[in-house]
Structures are given as structure tokens and as C-alpha cells.
């Protein structure tokens, strides 16, 4: 039998910027499985990442639920949220989101520092491992 791993639930999303609201999520209802690779796909501002932040905890949705593993992280505070991110998704941005005070280098070796507490050492040799330091 397949192992839900992430449910939505009437998810809905607005965003509100100069007074205007922009409806993007309706009311979505999802459930992903545990080794599914899945894919979603709608036209150029349909909404794709706005649903990606709210799956992953990076944004709130405006109502409705996102269930991780049994757990509504509508209910995390930010430090469980943070570990969320860290520990049990991987995002690839559409735009670079790098950190512009860090090098190209800090800016890979910090998540993997952080999300398996590597040390410095130890992450270094990751990093150079996967040939992304240059
Ligand atoms: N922070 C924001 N404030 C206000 N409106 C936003 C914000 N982020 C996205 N939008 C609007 O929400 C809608 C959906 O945006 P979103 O980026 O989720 O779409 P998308 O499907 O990922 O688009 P693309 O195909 O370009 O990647 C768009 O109309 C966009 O302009
Ligand atoms: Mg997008």
C-alpha cells in the first residue's frame, strides 16, 4: 500500500500587495506518496511555486491545511519550520537565491552545515567532493 507523505486540504492562497489581492490557490486538495516522483504543471503564473512555498512551510497558506507526516505545519513555530526546510525538503529556486554576502562556495556548504551537522572540516570535503567549489 502506498505511504502518504504530504496532504493538502481546501488550500488556498491570496496575495495582497498595494491592495490588491491576486487569488492564486482555490482550493486545492493534493496527496503525495512516499517515492512518487511528481510533477506540476499549469501555464506561466498559474500559481506552481506559490503551491511549492506553501507545501514546503517557506510561505503560509492564506486557509486550509498542509499535512507533512501525519503533522499540520500550520501549527510549527518558525524553529520547527526552519528544521522542516532543512531536514526534509530540497528546493531548487527558479531564480538564484543566493545569499550576496556569501561566496559561491559559503552559499552551498551552509544548508549541508547546517542539516547534518557536519563540521567544517567534514563539509568542506563534501563540497569539494561534489566538485562545486571552484
Ligand atoms: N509575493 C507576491 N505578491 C503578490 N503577487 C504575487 C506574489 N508572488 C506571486 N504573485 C502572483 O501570483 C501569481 C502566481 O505566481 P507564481 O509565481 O506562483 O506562478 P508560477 O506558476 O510559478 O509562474 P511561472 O510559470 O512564471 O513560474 C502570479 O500572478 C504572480 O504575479
Ligand atoms: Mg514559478
Redesign the pocket.
Known sequence: MQETILTTRRLAKT???DG?Q?H?LGSVDLELYRGDFTAIM????????????CLSGMDAPTSGQVVFEGENIAQFNESRLSELRAQSFGFVF?AANLVSNLTLYENVAVPGYLKRGRSVGETRRVVEVWNICI
Request: charged share 5%; no cysteine; aromatic share 10%.
Open positions: 496575495y495582497v500587495a490588491v491576486t492564486v499549469g501555464p506561466l503564473g498559474s500559481g506552481k511555486s506559490t503551491l511549492l512555498y527558479q
